[in-house]
């Protein structure tokens, strides 16, 4: 059974970091790309994050670029969102995902086939 849990969540003032953790299980980690995106109350769910199948390439939002940085642990089966500079606006709960099939790496939710619970973040002015 394919599982990814999410942990790392939590209350921030504006300026200050947090770091997400994904824990996939019951699947080969390695074969798929995963993504964190985020949801804020009455928005739609927006790609944050992607780190490659492949190579290990990184992928981000204009919105996040230069603050949040994307890593894998394959030993740990866990992919990393390292957040620093956090702002009010990124305010949502986070979720992590495994790509389908073939998907190198991609912000779009429609790639993915595998969700994790999600993480809240709320970072406060």
């Known amino acids: 059974e394919v599982q990814l849990v999410e942990s790392g969540g939590g209350l921030v003032q504006a300026g200050g970091s947090l770091r997400l953790s994904c824990a996939a299980s019951?699947?080969?980690?390695?074969?798929?790309?995963i993504g964190w995106f985020r949801q804020a109350p009455g928005k739609e769910r927006e790609g944050v994050s992607c780190?490659?199948?492949?190579?290990?390439?990184?992928y981000y939002a204009d919105s996040v670029k230069g603050r949040f940085d994307i890593y894998s642990d394959n030993a740990k089966n866990t992919v990393y969102l390292q957040m620093n500079s956090l702002k009010p606006e990124d305010t949502a709960v986070y979720y992590c995902a495994a790509a389908k099939e073939f998907i190198v790496a991609s912000l779009k939710s429609e790639d993915f086939a595998s969700w994790g619970q999600g993480t809240q973040v709320t970072v406060a002015s």
């Open positions: 019951g699947f080969t980690f390695d074969d798929y790309a």
């Open positions: 780190i490659s199948s492949t190579d290990g390439s990184t």
